[in-house]
């Protein structure tokens, strides 16, 4: 077997004419023509190889970065916020010396080819990201959206999905406490696999990505560097080396839990020891972006000995291991002193550790195989100056139609019977059904500390055993929504996770949002993708709650036809006793059922305009981010000192879904009065955002009153909680046995 | 006085620091016991918690129970030293052979996380005496290998001896043969079940409930009267 001679810096410099595969590695002409302008001659193949990862739009954001900057223009002030965007995660500050690291990411694509792996890993590259920042994760979420819930495929992807997510996540022991799952036919060949965590840390133990001090060595650790996830790269091995071994390598990379637990347990103790210089997790362009990003965010420079970092398989040439994304694998950065105790740690949990370099006093990253240079680069022109591109948009020319199509002029039930009948249809279409066939696959209770988890509202997880302080989080997005009106849409998915967070009593801080959208090819998406932006990051200004980082996913669309525009919000917030949280489950018999917040008639991409009538127009519902705050300010006031009982916002399906999830969670029924003013189909069915149903015992029912009345939010006593049906005075009455059986029934039917 | 009850951390243990949790809320003393070594720091007890030893990658329980930290607590098992396994711990127990039969993938194939009511059949073991017998109770159950079978002789052995410590109520949540949920040995220190009580220790946490607690408060008294 020959080899062609290895491509060094020197050979590159020596041979400018050798053409390189820069199209195959998905590089345009004139990003290849930068990177030659920028190194003053062609790269080698390794550099290509990084080059080429490191400016995908995966790892570039360069079609969505001058629309994100947004997040940082208009970001609020916040006290709490101790680490912003541009880190593995962002931190805020929750009070008593804690800080709490939390990120939502996608793993859409991978999740369609593979849905196990796809969705598996993607729980291991949040976690990896949360444990970077320094702090043990605590929680899981997953915010889900599926094609059409009886389409064959449907069947394919979901178990797989549910079941990677489960396969992984239990095996780390990190409780899943919420999430979305979400069925709509333009999520058909476009899944989106979102995964978000939760970190906790005391403030003194923010790590950061940046290797500092020349002389500190560069540690690899964890899983061995194989073939998976290369993608790209094969194309270049095949063409510049033999083809005499193994090319075709699975693109989705393949997940150990286990090996990933080791590595939680073994960082941890080792920033418990104060070993860590800096640290970076190993994801997308894995040893490319963790080299490059630690050498950019520090002082000096980098050298690494490729030949150093263990390898699954010794067939693998230097560009694969550059590029390869296998899983569960560390950068840390460690003063020479301390990197023996490092290894006895590591080699403790037998987790495998390997020096592959050092940090130096220059400022180029400089990777040797086999005794040869073959990459010598200005790693910040890798990690950071990558291609920006403003891509044009435009408002799509359907979009006036769109809106024209007014869901409020649809058929509304004639009789109460009617009425009756498409309340039952509501509650058990898979949207609003209960999602406990796929949640009860999650361990919610590992580590002994989840204090709410789906259903709820929000999760809620206690971070302190003696003061009980805690932390909820909540995820949203309404696709239907932003479809029609994005900037609205957006808005509405931060109004919804804020609202659901304050529901059980925590005061929120901060967003992180996955922000998924078709191809930024097509205008009408770039523009969606724009509005979208802009409309989250001013609600987020005038909530006060900072974006703390998160994820943009491209290109998810088949063909011409794009998935709804979806960004999914996550609100993280605080509670200060975790003891004052509010569930969702009706208490006790008795109880007065107060509505807050104002009722209109909107049924713009309504979960009733899609279920009973299969319709997606109009405008969704009003955006009132005031009321979003006050209405956030009574339910946390009520849930501290001790007025309601249980709480639950109204969103998709409005009142009656609320109610029935109540009634359901806590075996106990309800009689609903419709208010002066209001007819009871609006009254049930319509979505108004900034509102929620409390229950409120009668022993506070002045107090309450009063509260909400100096305070201004509109409060409209709707009924009480008793027996064991949900009666709607004058309409109907439906048992919560038939209710039952309609809204857990569903899903089990469709995918068991 | 008070009992030292120790903890073994595999790797892959994920509930070890909830189960020292449930200890020292029972008012015993949580110890660390480290897979590796085969020192037990004279625990008076030990508790094998739940998660997947090794990575369970095998077969639930298969290297785990090869480990040096057994060696001595199957010594120690067999010559009375109470000992508790929980899900993984039981599945542990089982492949050392200190308890009989075996744990199988759950008929329905997935993992399952639910409140679980379960009856105390034998309120007498070193981990029972806090309960009456007959008494019900709901902990959280979540494994995915939960099934528990042996053949027809020992099951009937088990049942004719009071064997059989909790039975699942209501619901089989995995296929376990007559709805088995935990076993005892025959002199009743050794105690395996798939619920996990130290998970239900707390109002508030979980399920709100503190239906697992007497395990902990049955084995202290236990071993504080001696």
Redesign the interface.
């Known amino acids: 077997m020959s080899r062609t001679p290895l491509d060094t810096v020197e050979h590159a410099a020596a041979t400018p004419d050798v053409e390189l595969p820069w199209a195959e590695l998905g590089l345009k002409k004139d990003e290849y023509e930068r990177v030659v302008e920028i190194l003053g001659r062609r790269p080698t193949g390794a550099e290509l190889a990084m080059y080429s990862v490191m400016w995908s739009e995966h790892c570039s954001y360069k079609s969505s970065k001058v629309h994100l900057r947004q997040f940082g223009e208009k970001a609020p002030q916040s006290d709490a916020l101790l680490v912003g965007i541009g880190e593995n995660a962002g931190v805020v500050d929750v009070g008593q010396g804690y800080a709490v690291t939390f990120k939502v990411e996608s793993h859409n694509h991978p999740s369609y080819v593979e849905p196990y792996q796809g969705a598996a890993t993607g729980v291991g590259g949040i976690v990896r990201d949360i444990i970077a920042m320094g702090a043990r994760p605590v929680a899981v979420v997953d915010p889900l959206r599926f094609g059409a819930a009886d389409h064959p495929d449907t069947k394919r992807v979901l178990p797989g999905v549910v079941?990677g997510i489960?396969?992984y996540g239990?095996?780390?022991?990190l409780p899943n406490i919420g999430g979305e799952v979400v069925f709509d036919a333009c999520y058909q060949g476009n899944p989106l696999v979102n995964a978000g965590a939760i970190g906790v840390m005391r403030h003194e133990d923010i790590h950061l990505a940046k290797a500092s001090g020349p002389g500190n060595k560069v540690i690899l650790y964890g899983a061995r560097t194989g073939g998976d996830g290369i993608g790209g790269a094969s194309i270049l091995a095949s063409e510049t080396f033999d083809d005499a071994k193994p090319s075709k390598r699975p693109a989705v990379q393949v997940g150990?839990?286990?090996?990933e637990?080791?590595l939680i347990e073994c960082t941890l103790e080792a920033f418990a020891e104060k070993l860590v210089v800096g640290i970076q997790d190993l994801g997308a362009a894995g040893l490319s972006c963790a080299t490059s990003e630690l050498a950019s965010n520090g002082s000096g420079g980098m050298r690494v000995t490729l030949d150093d970092v263990p390898l699954r398989d010794s067939t693998l040439s230097p560009e694969e291991i550059l590029m390869s994304e296998s899983q569960e694998r560390m950068c840390a950065v460690v003063e020479p002193e301390k990197v023996d105790r490092f290894l006895e740690i590591c080699d403790k949990?037998?987790v495998i550790a390997t020096v592959i370099g050092e940090v130096t006093d220059g400022d180029r990253l400089e990777i040797y195989w086999h005794g040869g240079k073959i990459v010598d680069v200005d790693p910040r022109t890798v990690a950071h100056e990558g291609p920006v591109y403003e891509r044009p948009y435009a408002r799509p020319s359907w979009q006036d139609a769109l809106q024209a199509d007014d869901a409020n002029k649809l058929a509304r039930p004639a009789t109460s019977e009617e009425l009756k009948d498409q309340v039952l249809k509501l509650v058990a279409s898979p949207n609003q059904a209960s999602k406990s066939w796929i949640?009860?696959?999650?361990?919610?209770?590992?580590?002994?500390?989840?204090?709410l988890a789906q259903p709820e509202d929000s999760g809620m997880i206690?971070i302190d055993?003696a003061s009980g302080l805690g932390v909820a989080i909540a995820t949203d997005g309404n696709g239907r929504y932003a479809k029609l009106d994005p900037y609205a849409g957006a808005q509405l998915a931060l109004s919804e996770a804020y609202r659901n967070v304050a529901t059980t009593g925590a005061k929120p801080l901060a967003v992180s949002d996955c922000l998924n959208f078709g191809s930024p090819e097509d205008p009408a998406v770039m523009w969606q993708f724009a509005e979208a932006i802009r409309g989250l990051a001013d609600a987020c200004q005038q909530l006060g709650t900072p974006v703390t980082g998160g994820n943009v996913s491209l290109y998810n669309q088949t063909g011409e036809a794009a998935i709804h525009p979806t960004p999914v919000v996550a609100v993280l917030g605080v509670i200060d006793d975790?003891?004052r949280?509010t569930p969702v489950a009706f208490q006790e018999e008795g109880q007065l059922l107060y509505l807050l917040g104002d009722t209109r008639e909107e049924f713009g991409g309504s979960a009733w305009s899609q279920v009973v009538h299969d319709h997606l127009g109009g405008l969704p519902p009003k955006v009132d981010l005031e009321r979003e705050r006050l209405l956030a300010e009574i339910l946390i006031s009520a849930s501290r000192d001790g007025m309601i009982d249980s709480a639950h916002d109204l969103s998709d399906g409005g009142l009656i879904q609320a109610v029935v999830e109540s009634a359901l969670l806590g075996g106990l029924g309800a009689r609903l009065i419709v208010p002066d003013g209001l007819d009871a189909f609006t009254f049930l069915l319509s979505e108004s955002a900034g509102r929620a149903v409390v229950a409120v015992p009668r022993s506070e029912e002045l107090r309450f009153n009063d509260m909400c009345g100096a305070r201004g939010l509109p409060v409209t006593r709707i009924g009480v909680v008793d027996g064991d049906v949900v009666e709607v005075q004058g309409e109907f009455t439906l048992t919560l046995a038939e209710l039952r059986e309609a809204h857990e029934g569903t899903i089990p039917a469709i995918l068991? | 006085m008070t009992a030292r009850i120790g903890v073994v951390t595999f790797?892959?243990s994920?509930?070890d620091?909830?189960t020292q949790?449930?200890i020292r809320l029972a008012g015993a003393e949580p110890v660390a016991l480290w897979h590796k070594d085969k020192d037990l720091k004279q625990v008076d007890a030990v508790v094998l918690c739940?998660?997947?030893s090794?990575?369970?990658?095998l077969r639930a329980g298969a290297i785990a129970r090869f480990s040096p930290v057994m060696e001595t607590i199957i010594e120690q098992a067999k010559s009375g030293m109470p000992v508790l396994g929980i899900c993984n711990g039981f599945q542990i127990l089982t492949e050392a052979h200190l308890l009989p039969g075996g744990m199988l993938g759950n008929d329905?194939l997935?993992?399952?996380?639910?409140d679980q009511k379960l009856r105390v059949e034998n309120a007498n073991t070193a981990w029972t005496v806090d309960y009456d017998a007959g008494q019900e109770i709901n902990i959280?159950l979540?494994n995915?290998d939960g099934r528990y079978v042996a053949d027809e002789r020992t099951l009937d052995m088990l049942e004719a001896e009071g064997r059989v410590a909790f039975r699942y109520l209501d619901f089989n949540p995995n296929g376990s043969l007559r709805d088995i949920a935990g076993i005892t040995n025959e002199a009743g220190n050794v105690v395996g079940l798939m619920p996990?009580p130290?998970?239900a220790?707390?109002p508030?946490?979980?399920?709100g409930r503190t239906d697992g607690l007497p395990f902990f408060t049955s084995i202290l008294k236990k071993l504080v009267n001696v």
């Open positions: 079941a489960g396969g239990n095996c780390l022991g150990d839990p286990f090996q637990k080791l949990w037998d949640t009860s696959q999650y361990d919610h209770f590992v580590q002994g500390n989840t204090v206690r055993e975790v003891a949280r068991a | 790797p892959g994920l509930d620091r909830d949790r449930a739940g998660g997947f090794y990575g369970d990658y329905h997935h993992f399952i996380c639910r959280p979540k995915m996990h130290e998970h220790v707390e508030l946490i979980g399920t």
